[in-house]
């Protein structure tokens, strides 16, 4: 089933990451119709200045869907 993967600044401690995660999930699982279980979640904490390099590697493999001001 769905995998969600965030890459996110770092500095945010492990439950705030584990809410955010469980939120998406749940959403995900509702709009999908399946069960949270189901569905898989990882964090890429990165430094401020990495950014935009880490997601252009990551983006290199996926599909840009939704871009940001950040992320085009």
């Known amino acids: 089933m769905p995998h ?9 401690d492990k439950d705030t990451i ?19 279980s189901d569905i898989s979640f990882s964090v890429n904490s990165v430094e401020a200045d990495d950014f935009n390099r880490t997601v252009s590697d990551i983006l290199e493999k996926d599909e840009l869907m939704i871009k940001s001001d950040y992320v085009k």
């Open 4 to 12: 969600i993967s965030l890459t996110l600044y770092k500095g945010r």
């Open 18 to 36: 584990m809410d955010i995660g469980e939120s998406m999930q749940k959403n995900l699982a509702e709009t999908l119709g399946c069960k949270t």
